[in-house]
Every structure is written in C-alpha cells, then in structure tokens.
C-alpha cells in the first residue's frame, strides 16, 4: 500500500480505514509508514499505512440543485 500512495503524492486524497472513517485532503508525503494528509481546513492528520483499507483520489461531483442524476 505504501508503493501505491507514493504515487499519490501531491494530489487530493480519500484514506478508507473503515466503513466510517475517511481522511479527505492532500498527502503531503508517505515516510515510515505514515502518511501526512492536509485537509481543506489545513488541519494535518498523521495515519498509520496499515490502517489503511483503500485509497483514491479525490472526486469532487459537481453539485445541480433542482437536478436529480
């Protein structure tokens, strides 16, 4: 999981570590087996690789009010 979050550096991220909880923001960087992320609010989370379920990058869904998808 480590290799692939490397190749995530720099972008905007989704941290799975449970069906609940979620780390939306920038990885900064992945070392020892952590990686720092930044949310929007520039709040720094710390979150240990191996509690890391799933990773992706941030998809932001344009938001229609009045329009159903």
Do not use: H, T, Y
Not at 16 to 23: A, E, K, P, Q
């Amino acid at each position: 999981m480590e290799n692939k979050l490397l190749g995530l550096v720099d972008k905007r991220v989704d941290l799975f570590c449970s069906s609940s909880i979620v780390f939306r923001g920038k990885l900064e960087a992945v070392e020892n087996g952590i990686v720092r992320v930044v949310d929007d609010e520039g709040r720094v989370f710390f979150v240990d690789v191996e509690k890391i379920v799933a990773a992706s990058e941030a998809v932001d869904s344009a938001s229609r009010p009045g329009f159903r998808s």
